[in-house]
């Protein structure tokens, strides 16, 4: 499979780069959504001890 083909753009988030927080919302929204397959490794919440953010 093509490393940017039609699929992955299709996938991938739109705009900036964005904080990690808003990006696994972001993601969190598309996969309960169906946008992207079910089948993918789901996302473990961040600790928020662990100061990535």
Do not use: D, F, W
Not at 31 to 46: C, D, E, F, N
């Amino acid at each position: 499979m093509m490393k940017n083909g039609p699929i992955r753009q299709h996938c991938a988030l739109k705009g900036h780069l964005l904080r990690v927080s808003l990006y696994r919302k972001q993601l969190t929204a598309r996969l309960s959504r169906g946008v992207i397959s079910q089948s993918l490794p789901k996302l473990r919440p961040l600790s928020e001890s662990a100061g990535y953010l």
